[in-house]
């Protein structure tokens, strides 16, 4: 774990919710009551992060896989939206840098691709180490749900 600086503590969900633009429910990554996808619009002055969706069901079980076990890892690049059309890592991945501090986890960088080779210029968030865990426990429970054993 790293020295820990002062960040502002935000509050990160997932959840299934009905989004503009998808025509059945989707699950959804919420910071601070907002959908990750609009904080990155807001933060970039963009909409180029409309239509990407956490990756949960991904058509290549290896990159479920994957991503699944990136979850439980810190100081590590993982992936957090995808496109919805391919539901894979061949098109739009948004990728963030997840660092344990003392007394929270940071998503410090935020790129495009796997290995975020293209920046995405936002702020990072930090969150409150227990909402962080209880996250990635949800998180992982969706994607196990629908995991074929």
Known sequence: MGKSKKYILS???IRLDHVHGFQNPQNMI???EITLIDYLNQNTDSD????????IGL???SDQQKVFE??????I??????????MDFSCTVVSTSVVEEKDC???KSFGYYMDMSKPIHVLPIA????????????FKGLIASGMIE
């Open 48 to 55: 180029s992060f409309n239509l990407l969706v956490p990756p």
């Open 77 to 86: 690049v993982i992936p957090i939206l995808v496109c919805s059309d391919d």
């Open 11 to 13: 509050k990160i969900d």
């Open 127 to 138: 969150f409150e180490k227990y909402n962080y865990k209880k996250f990635v426990e949800n």
């Open 30 to 32: 919420y910071i601070n």
């Open 105 to 107: 986890f940071v998503w």
């Open 70 to 75: 990136l979850l439980d890892y810190t100081n």
């Open 59 to 61: 058509y290549d079980a």
